[in-house]
T-cell receptor, first 117, second 113 residues
Framework: GESVGLHLPTLSVQEGDNSIINCAYS??????FIWYKQESGKGPQFIID?????DKRQGQRVTVLLNKTVKHLSLQIAATQPGDSAVYFC????????????????FGQGTILTVHP | GAGVSQSPRYKVTKRGQDVALRCDPI?????LYWYRQALGQGPEFLTY????????KSGLPNDRFSAERPEGSISTLTIQRTEQRDSAMYRC???????????FGQGTRLTVV
């Protein structure tokens, strides 16, 4: 079945360092991936997404890399700041197959990122 | 509205009572999703709608759970005969369509006592 998992449950970095958060997915048919940031007491907040026809996408201080060969997704955060401290979730979606749309997002367990000043 | 709005933010109910959780999606978003999130875990899919049609309800745990979106906008998740194991954060999200970014609301914290 579908599943998404993370290699590292916690990540601790110094302010200004670059952070890399990893995610493995098992459904090779998934065609859409999203990274969310969730701060304590809040709902998941969209960071960046990528479709399976791409292997890299950049945003402001963030980059998502997709390796379909090994079914691996990563989120890179440049010059990490204390405000980046949160739980980060990757999510996968098989959005279209056989003429049918599928809205279900499957989330991983999450990685706790702690940024020390 | 500007974001996904859920109400109530907190709900405490006695075991055996029915509860209704409301979700008001972002204006114009055709897809609406319900998730349940346990502490320290990622959201778990329950069901989703495109317009008023319930496209997938495979994540609903049992027949005590139901959802509707009669006019393709506001949605209600209903849990009948609540049990303590139903206690969780229930999150709603909406998107402009399937395979588009889903934006989440603040959630409803349900506690069954």
């Amino acid at each position: 079945g579908e599943s998404v998992g993370l290699h590292l449950p916690t990540l601790s970095v110094q302010e200004g360092d670059n952070s890399i958060i990893n995610c493995a997915y098992s459904n090779s048919a998934s065609d859409y991936f999203i990274w969310y940031k969730q701060e304590s007491g809040k709902g998941p907040q969209f960071i960046i997404d990528i479709r399976s026809n791409m292997d890299k996408r950049q945003g402001q201080r963030v980059t998502v890399l997709l390796n379909k060969t090994v079914k691996h997704l990563s989120l890179q955060i440049a010059a990490t700041q204390p405000g980046d401290s949160a739980v980060y979730f990757c999510a996968e979606n098989l959005s279209w197959a056989g003429g049918t749309s599928y809205g279900k997002l499957t989330f991983g367990q999450g990685t706790i990122l702690t940024v020390h000043p | 509205g500007a974001g996904v709005s859920q109400s109530p933010r907190y709900k405490v109910t006695k075991r055996g009572q029915d509860v209704a959780l409301r979700c008001d999606p972002i204006s114009g978003h055709v897809s609406l999703y319900w998730y349940r999130q346990a502490l320290g875990q990622g959201p778990e899919f329950l069901t989703y709608f495109n317009y008023e049609a319930q496209q997938d309800k495979s994540g609903l745990p049992n027949d005590r759970f139901s959802a509707e979106r009669p006019e393709g906008s506001i949605s209600t998740l209903t849990i009948q005969r609540t049990e303590q194991r139903d206690s969780a954060m229930y999150r709603c999200a909406s998107s402009a369509g399937t395979g588009r970014v889903a934006f989440f609301g603040q959630g409803t914290r349900l506690t069954v006592v």
